[in-house]
């Protein structure tokens, strides 16, 4: 069973940072792609970047390029997502999930850790 468990969400002001963290549990974390993927009550998930399974390669949406950044530890079956220069745009619960598409498939994904970007 795939288990993703989400950490690090907040409440923040316009600017500041924060680092998400994604532990995971039964599955080979370190021979598959992850993603990390966000949703505003009312809005379709959005994906916002992923990852290869060895770490060399990452993908972003241009709604974050430059201010968000992957990683994971495969040593330690984790993922996480550096979040720099927060907007109000940024607030939405953010998910992991396994691989590139199949984030999207049910039990894929986390339960999430919400981002609130306020004044």
């Known amino acids: 069973e795939v288990v993703l468990v989400e950490s690090g969400g907040g409440s923040v002001q316009p600017g500041e940072s924060l680092t998400l963290s994604c532990a995971a549990s039964g599955f080979t974390f370190s021979a598959y792609s992850m993603s990390w993927v966000r949703q505003v009550p009312g809005k379709e998930l959005e994906w916002i970047s992923s990852?290869?399974?060895?770490?060399?390669?990452?993908y972003y949406a241009d709604s974050v390029e430059g201010r968000f950044t992957i990683s994971r530890d495969n040593a330690k079956n984790m993922l996480y997502l550096q979040l720099n220069s927060l907007t109000s745009e940024d607030t939405a619960m953010y998910y992991c999930?396994?691989?590139?598409?199949?984030?999207?498939?049910?039990?894929?994904r986390g339960q999430g850790t919400q981002v609130t970007v306020s004044i």
């Open positions: 990852i290869t399974e060895d770490g060399s390669k990452t």
């Open positions: 999930g396994k691989g590139i598409t199949t984030w999207s498939l049910p039990g894929n």
